[in-house]
């Protein structure tokens, strides 16, 4: 583990080398089984009441249906706010291509030109997971197995974990904590340790 500012992060950001690989996964953390969906930030709840009209079409009926009667976020049992699911599974902004292929109808809306809102931030730093404690934020790999893809893939092509996913660190985290995450991986890689 690394400290950084007020995170501590997995040596894991460092080591994997990853790039999504959608045609063999085909969006499956999107439609993940469990109780919940994407956990939320709590500003993230107001957004997503806003760009729901925009994706209101995008929605399966069984989306529209959950969200009439839950609404887009709901507290889980240890007091995060999250997404709800239908039946057990899809995000109710979960959207699928023609090939079966899961996508996020707020992120299809965004690259559309409909939405500043781009989605929820835990969506879009994926597969990395960010766990808020009272002193500091522990940044971490969600590993499981069907991101092998994507292992095998980022592997083949030589880019980290934290080069893949760039954008959505330096939103959350901001440009000057990337540059120090960026200077820790370069002294690691002296050092032969990644």
């Keep these: 583990m690394i400290q950084i500012g007020d995170t501590i992060v997995?040596?894991?950001i460092f080591e994997k080398e990853f790039i999504c690989d959608l045609?063999?996964?085909l969006g499956a953390c999107c439609n993940e089984e469990g109780d919940s969906g994407a956990p939320l930030e709590e500003e993230e709840i107001e957004l997503?009441?806003?760009v729901l009209p925009?994706?209101?079409d995008d929605l399966t009926p069984q989306a529209k249906q959950v969200i009439e009667e839950k609404g887009v976020a709901f507290q889980d049992a240890d007091g995060e706010w999250v997404t709800p699911v239908v039946n057990g599974r899809d995000c109710i902004f979960?959207?699928?291509?023609?090939?079966?292929t899961c996508f996020c109808a707020i992120e299809k809306a965004y690259r559309d030109g409909k939405t500043t809102f781009y989605k929820p931030i835990s969506c879009y730093l994926y597969p990395i997971r960010c766990k808020k404690y009272p002193t500091f934020t522990a940044v971490n790999y969600h590993k499981w197995g069907i991101c092998k893809a994507a292992e095998l893939l980022g592997?083949?092509?030589?880019?980290?974990l934290y080069q893949f996913l760039k954008e959505p660190l330096i939103k959350k985290f901001g440009e000057?904590?990337?540059?120090e995450l960026v200077l820790v991986a370069d002294e690691l890689k002296k050092a032969g340790e990644i």
């Excluded at 979960?94 to 079966?100: A, D, F, K, S, V």
């Design 94 to 100: 979960t959207c699928y291509g023609e090939n079966g």
């Design 54 to 56: 925009v994706v209101w």
């Design 48 to 50: 997503l009441k806003e």
């Design 10 to 12: 997995s040596f894991d």
């Design 155 to 160: 592997k083949k092509e030589g880019v980290r």
């Design 23 to 25: 045609k063999h996964c």
């Design 176 to 179: 000057e904590w990337y540059k």
